[in-house]
């Protein structure tokens, strides 16, 4: 506590000495420019004794503000307003005169008339800047919100719930090594204590499915189920569209399939929270969600959590001023790489420091103060995402010196949320967990120079074109960006639209994961069809040093997984054990690689060929189809490997020696959870008439209907 009490004043008088710093220097400049207003003798004085002058000025001036400021209000509470406002600049203008009589020698002289300008200049001048510094101070913002919080206590009385409620706040790409490597550096004081001596929480691993991406692991976290989603774009051959997760349409239409193949609404049906997803999670209250997005018009709840922050003035000070910072953060760090040559590097120009602004400060300020007022709401069930660390981390590299500073100020969020969480109505367990990791390594283009599109037409015996194409990333920040601003987003296929014939394949990209499909073949095409249409692919893309395996259908064996030199393995064969030699090109990729793989050939719009990159174990590198050093999306290293952070109060995620394995599993574990806190109960018999009222299978479109609980205002 008497630290705590430190710190604070350190905090208060640092921004006293730099609003003090902040009016000299103005009153300096307001001498120089006002003929009517002096801060030196008549005979001239030097530069130092000219800035002493001003500080002697400036500190008479604020120090008689602080102490004769209160009591001249207080004397003046029965003059009218508009009077009071008009005596204002003439009480400041009295307060700088007498305040220039002391200093010494008489050196601050100043008319009555300018003396009103300068102190009306100066005292605007102070009073942003001390406004600045004290909403930048996480302190200060919390205490803000702490007095929101009585206000509305005071107005609404009434005793919080006794059943705790759960906020699970997602760490976006972060993985479980990176998390333990950045508490061991001391980047992560909050954690740090969470798992330090007598440990309030538990860290527990847990394995992604084959597709180590958001859309597919929230999907099957807030929902239940991720089945058929195969990677986070695809193409769909029944309606010749690309569904692509982190766009409002496809969002949309997952969600929905979802709740039709389960039953239920989601994790937070019962007075829950979606801040920041790609989903809602049958949440009634919803900020930054982009399943909503695709609704247009002034209700759209996916940007009301903008508009509902930013109308608090102080919060747009504070953002504004860490948006800009970080700019010329990512534009220092980006210069910095290029001069020290760093490999890998990819281009950071563009409009990209602002999209990483935006990542990691405007939505992060966002999503995490929706948080704390839903705490201080006394919500149930909170679940929200933070984008920060994966912007990042795709562009630096999951482990450089830029992802942990993004680390660092996560950590500092955590703990913002935990001081909250004492002032809250109700008590409140904090599960903190990731949806995937991220891979080191350089992109595919970048060590073979082409594309994974150029090297399947040219196993195709198809033209190439001269120039490499570039595979643009799919990171969540962009998508977000786009619908902050309410602009309209492509639904066509970037490698569809630009096929000049229906026979010529689509090729997506997904991380380190690429999808194969013939467009005019309207089934998944078999491994003979494959060879007898271009006898060439198949090896071709076997064979290459920068792919790890093959998954095709064959027509009498089913899945197949193909490797170099001729290896396959029949996935209906494996008898389950981890066996190197029975698992031949997934040997490396390990424990599980295979049971992932399967599943996911079981999907009705699993492609035509699916490649997984080139994985080094040792290294733990992959090779991104995307134009990313820090990828994920299918299997190789930290990707598949995020974590689970939870209260000890809380029963174990699974018994001792087990496995964490998928998102769906993910999924019962948390709704455990919230039942050992007689928290929300799914009531499925009201939930499913409306969210599978529609049963129209299809692609994702504008307009898709989600849930009607999804359909009210925030």
Request: aromatic share 6%; hydrophobic share 45%.
């Amino acid at each position: 506590m008497n630290e705590e009490r430190w710190r604070r004043a350190g905090s208060a008088l640092w921004r006293m000495v730099a609003v003090w710093g902040v009016s000299t220097l103005t009153m300096m400049v307001l001498a120089g420019i006002l003929p009517d207003f002096q801060l030196q003798s008549p005979d001239g004085d030097s530069g130092t004794r000219i800035a002493m002058t001003a500080a002697l000025g400036a500190g008479a001036f604020g120090l008689l503000g602080a102490l004769v400021w209160p009591l001249l209000v207080r004397a003046l509470l029965l003059v009218p307003a508009f009077v009071l406002a008009v005596l204002v600049f003439f009480l400041n203008g009295s307060l700088l005169l007498l305040a220039l009589r002391l200093v010494p020698h008489g050196r601050g002289e100043v008319n009555p008339e300018t003396a009103v300008v300068v102190a009306a200049v100066m005292s605007a001048v102070a009073s942003a800047t001390g406004g600045a510094l004290a909403v930048r101070d996480d302190a200060a913002y919390r205490r803000r919100l702490y007095r929101l919080a009585d206000r509305r206590a005071r107005r609404e009385p009434h005793s919080g719930p006794a059943t705790p409620g759960t906020v699970f706040l997602q760490l976006d790409g972060v993985g479980h090594d990176v998390l333990l490597d950045a508490v061991g550096k001391g980047l992560m004081p909050a954690v740090a204590q969470m798992l330090g001596g007598m440990p309030s929480h538990r860290l527990t691993p847990w394995r992604t499915d084959w597709s180590s991406q958001t859309g597919a692991s929230q999907l099957g976290i807030l929902h239940g189920s991720n089945f058929d989603a195969p990677a986070f774009r695809w193409y769909e051959k029944e309606t010749r569209e690309v569904v692509v997760s982190n766009r409002p349409a496809s969002a949309g239409e997952l969600q929905r399939r979802a709740i039709e193949r389960t039953g239920d609404a989601g994790l937070l049906s019962l007075d829950g929270a979606s801040r920041g997803n790609l989903f809602s999670g049958g949440a009634d209250q919803l900020a930054l969600v982009l399943s909503v997005a695709v609704r247009r018009g002034r209700h759209n709840r996916s940007r009301a959590g903008y508009f509902a922050y930013f109308s608090d003035p102080a919060n747009a000070v504070r953002t504004a001023l860490s948006f800009a910072a970080e700019v010329l953060r990512e534009m220092t760090q980006s210069t910095r790489a290029r001069l020290r040559k760093e490999r890998p590097r990819m281009g950071r120009g563009g409009l990209y420091p602002f999209i990483r602004a935006f990542a990691t400060v405007v939505e992060r300020d966002v999503v995490v103060a929706a948080v704390m007022g839903d705490m201080l709401a006394g919500r149930t069930a909170v679940y929200a995402d933070l984008v920060a660390y994966d912007e990042v981390a795709h562009h630096s590299g999951p482990r450089s010196r830029d992802a942990e500073k993004v680390l660092a100020r996560l950590d500092r969020s955590l703990a913002l949320i935990l001081k909250v969480a004492e002032h809250a109505p109700r008590r409140y367990r904090v599960v903190v967990l990731s949806d995937h990791g991220q891979s080191p390594g350089e992109t595919f283009r970048g060590r073979y120079g082409l594309t994974l599109a150029e090297l399947v037409r040219a196993g195709c015996g198809l033209p190439v074109p001269r120039k490499a194409g570039r595979t643009h990333s799919g990171a969540e920040a962009r998508s977000a960006v786009r619908a902050a601003l309410h602009r309209p987003v492509e639904e066509r296929a970037e490698g569809h639209r630009s096929s000049p014939r229906r026979s010529d394949p689509v090729v997506l990209a997904s991380g380190n994961l690429g999808l194969v499909s013939f467009p005019d073949v309207p089934h998944r095409m078999t491994r003979q069809e494959i060879d007898r249409r271009h006898p060439a692919l198949l090896s071709t893309l076997a064979n290459h040093p920068g792919v790890g395996f093959l998954l095709v259908r064959d027509a009498e064996h089913g899945g197949v997984v193909l490797g170099a030199n001729g290896a396959q393995v029949r996935l209906g064969e494996l008898d389950g054990t981890e066996d190197p030699a029975s698992l031949g090109p997934l040997a490396d990729f390990g424990p599980g690689a295979a049971a992932a793989v399967a599943r996911t050939d079981t999907f009705p719009h699993c492609a035509d060929i699916m490649v997984n990159s080139w994985y080094d174990p040792a290294e733990g590198e992959v090779l991104a189809f995307e134009e990313q050093i820090g990828s994920h999306g299918g299997l190789g290293g930290d990707q598949s490997r995020p974590f689970l952070l939870s209260p000890v109060v809380l029963s174990e995620p699974v018994p001792k020696g087990g496995e964490l394995v998928g998102a769906e599993q993910v999924h019962q574990v948390l709704r455990r959870w919230l039942r050992e806190g007689e928290g929300p109960q799914v009531p499925v018999a009201l939930r499913v008439a409306s969210a599978v009222r529609e049963r129209r299978p299809g692609p994702p479109r504008e307009g898709a209907r989600l849930p009607e609980a999804d359909a009210e205002s925030a």
